[in-house]
T-cell receptor, first 110, second 114 residues
Framework: RKEVEQDPGPFNVPEGATVAFNCTYS??????FFWYRQDCRKEPKLLMS?????NEDGRFTAQLNRASQYISLLIRDSKLSDSATYLC???????????WGAGTKLIIKP | DTGVSQNPRHKITKRGQNVTFRCDPI?????LYWYRQTLGQGPEFLTY????????KSRLLSDRFSAERPKGSFSTLEIQRTEQGDSAMYLC????????????FGSGTRLTVV
């Protein structure tokens, strides 16, 4: 079993719709959680951290469920520019090494 | 200095040749990481430096791979006797002391071994 698992997609979503991704992690000692966004052939960029109480940044909402060991990302009112691969990332506290999922590809259609 | 700089952006080499990549982190970041990413996968950890000390090295990093950060500033990643399986994007990232959240990636070096 992979340490961090994501549905690879692609998720094909019409512009303006709401879309949600989940990500599961296997190490119960995981301490920090993040969502990164990666555009085609570009480097990953931090989208948002995920806090235990859940957090929101504009149209994006991230939630953490420690009991079930998953995190989620919700995107409301999706824009064409949201098309990208969304990577779920977990830190188990060892020298700040990050464990990455393979990503979920999102395609927003006009 | 507004970001992490990696050179070259692209490298095509013949199998068996040696290649070296360079990473210049954000100046106040003391932590530097090398990752490798292949198509359809997330980045895989290779190695980590805190200042000039290489503190962690993945099992993915065979004896053909070596990384250095001699003065705690820029870092180099060398691959000797390249193989086709080494073809990937090599990403460098840096972060400030004690903060995972400050992880910033460079644009990467795309290696193609022919």
């Amino acid at each position: 079993r992979k340490e961090v698992e994501q549905d690879p997609g692609p998720f094909n979503v019409p512009e303006g719709a709401t879309v949600a991704f989940n990500c599961t992690y296997s190490n119960s000692a995981s301490q920090s959680f993040f969502w990164y966004r990666q555009d085609c052939r570009k480097e990953p960029k931090l989208l948002m951290s995920v806090y235990s109480s859940g957090n929101e940044d504009g149209r994006f909402t991230a939630q953490l469920n420690r009991a079930s060991q998953y995190i989620s990302l919700l995107i409301r009112d999706s824009k064409l520019s949201d098309s990208a691969t969304y990577l779920c990332v977990v830190n188990i506290g060892s020298n700040y090494q990050l464990i990455w999922g393979a990503g979920t590809k999102l395609i927003i259609k006009p | 200095d507004t970001g992490v700089s990696q050179n070259p952006r692209h490298k095509i080499t013949k199998r068996g040749q040696n290649v070296t990549f360079r990473c210049d982190p954000i100046s106040e970041h003391n932590r530097l990481y090398w990752y490798r990413q292949t198509l359809g996968q997330g980045p895989e950890f290779l190695t980590y430096f805190q200042n000039e000390a290489q503190l962690e090295k993945s099992r993915l990093l065979s004896d053909r791979f070596s990384a250095e950060r001699p003065k705690g500033s820029f870092s180099t990643l060398e691959i000797q006797r390249t193989e086709q399986g080494d073809s990937a994007m090599y990403l460098c990232a840096s972060s400030p002391p004690s903060r995972v959240i400050g992880y910033t990636f460079g644009s990467g070096t795309r290696l193609t071994v022919v």
